[in-house]
């Protein structure tokens, strides 16, 4: 019997563990897309306990926390911290099978030396262990990145922010890794919502564009990109409940805009058009400034309206949406690629059932502009376990380019989400010391170790174009 979470963690054969521990464990880490807040990053918050950084913004916890039976004050509500972290060690302690389980005791090991298994009882312990850390002078925000060998963050923004914060994480030159802006423009785009007409205002207002119509909107966020892309942006990222094929006339595009900013409450049938044709400007402008554009769908958000009503979103009330037609996605490739041709592009599901869907479609749009120029996005949200992940990398492996694959991120609000990194690693060299030890792949650690390294760090530089050494 294998000792719990010892260093072959996850690795059940020589190969597996040769290829983690010499060519996947020390590669620095790129988190291409996360929600970290830029704020705390330059203002390397301390925290003052574990409940602060752990459970602060976790919907991942809360939701576990729930399916347990806890009380809301203890999760969001105004319970002492220390009572929220013994509740969630009493959760976590019977968390069998959850992915919550390995990445907490990843986090416990790595940040805090904590190298016991966390439970109700030995959450005293815990609780302690942690504190007297984290009140170390050595462990802000800046600190803990610096620690898990980071070297360059994409956070998620809006198009009406300053990036006064990015600005000045910039300006320090204590501080050497590079933290990127990263496009997010779904309130331009979500034409339904009933903040729609006053974040156009502020968008026209932040641009300096007077907005009349739907080809001032595009003028608008093209001088937003500018302004981004001064600051080092070049990824892009939407929300989309799924990749939708809508098209219309640009007058008629125009006259939705207009209809909608007069205070009409517009058709589904018309909301569709005008996100379709949003889309389609704004695949043109990634493309012409060479972004990565990244479309995350497949979510049904906000299920449980009077949870999100005291609430609000992005507290554990989303789940998978079924509804990702491939046919409406591979049109609305086919359209861009004909408007001039596509950006590069990663495609997120969360749906798993979309895997091989994706897989084929990828293979239609390739090109030699770049390896891997449309990519499927690693196992998302509700997929980042153990089966998740080796089936995204399996069903990739079987019907894309596997070698190509930018590899891991976050997708996180919290600093200590790194240990991610490593979760991903692992089970990536599992696989291959599998596949070796099958018969599947020649026990070549030439090539072997080449593939770990670029889809762990070497892939990332490449495709997104960031500034780095390769590994």
Excluded at 63 to 92: H, N
Excluded at 279 to 295: F, G, H, I, S, T
Aim: glycine share 6%; aromatic share 12%.
């Amino acid at each position: 019997m294998k000792r719990f979470m010892d260093d072959e963690f996850l690795l059940n054969t020589e190969t597996a563990s040769k290829l983690f521990n010499e060519y996947a464990k020390d590669a620095p880490i790129i988190d291409y897309h996360c929600h970290i807040n830029p704020k705390e990053i330059a203002q390397n918050r301390h925290f003052e306990n574990i409940t602060q950084v752990w459970l602060g913004g976790d919907h991942y916890k809360w939701r576990f926390m729930r399916s347990c039976g806890v009380e809301e004050k203890y999760i969001t509500g105004d319970a002492p911290d220390k009572e929220k972290f013994l509740k969630w060690a009493q959760c976590l302690g019977k968390a069998i099978g959850n992915p919550l389980y390995h990445w907490s005791h990843l986090e416990l090991k790595r940040y805090f030396g904590f190298d016991k298994p966390l439970s109700i009882k030995t959450a005293e312990e815990a609780w302690n262990t942690c504190n007297e850390v984290l009140n170390r002078p050595d462990m802000g925000a800046k600190d803990i990145i610096k620690k898990s060998n980071v070297t360059l963050i994409c956070t998620t923004d809006d198009p009406i922010d300053s990036l006064k914060y990015h600005d000045e994480i910039r300006n320090d030159e204590s501080f050497d890794v590079a933290v990127l802006p990263a496009w997010r423009p779904d309130r331009a785009m979500n034409i339904e919502k009933p903040d729609f007409i006053d974040y156009i205002k502020k968008l026209s207002d932040v641009s300096g564009i007077e907005i009349k119509g739907f080809a001032d909107v595009i003028a608008a966020l093209r001088a937003r990109m500018d302004y981004f892309a001064e600051r080092g942006c070049m990824v892009s990222d939407h929300g989309l409940e799924y990749v939708m094929y809508a098209p219309a006339p640009n007058e008629e595009i125009e006259k939705i805009f207009l209809n909608r900013m007069s205070g009409e409450i517009i058709t589904r049938k018309d909301e569709l058009k005008y996100k379709f044709a949003f889309m389609q400007a704004m695949a043109e402008q990634y493309r012409e400034r060479n972004w990565v554009m990244q479309l995350h769908y497949g979510c049904k958000r906000d299920n449980n309206i009077p949870r999100y009503k005291t609430l609000g979103p992005d507290t554990g009330f989303d789940c998978i949406n079924d509804h990702t037609p491939s046919g409406e996605l591979s049109d609305f490739l086919n359209a861009v690629e004909e408007n001039g041709g596509l950006p590069k592009t990663i495609l997120y599901s969360l749906n798993p059932a979309d895997n091989a869907a994706i897989g084929t479609i990828l293979g239609c749009f390739q090109d030699s502009k770049a390896v891997a120029k449309i990519q499927q996005g690693s196992a998302w949200w509700f997929n980042d376990h153990k089966n998740g992940m080796t089936d995204q990398l399996r069903s990739l492996a079987a019907l894309g380019n596997l070698s190509g694959f930018v590899g891991m991120l976050t997708d996180s609000r919290s600093f200590l989400s790194y240990t991610r990194h490593e979760y991903f690693r692992r089970i990536l060299c599992n696989m291959f010391g599998d596949m070796v030890e099958n018969g599947e792949f020649p026990q070549d650690y030439d090539i072997l170790g080449q593939i770990v390294r670029d889809i762990c760090y070497n892939n990332c530089v490449n495709y997104f174009g960031f500034l780095l050494k390769q590994i």
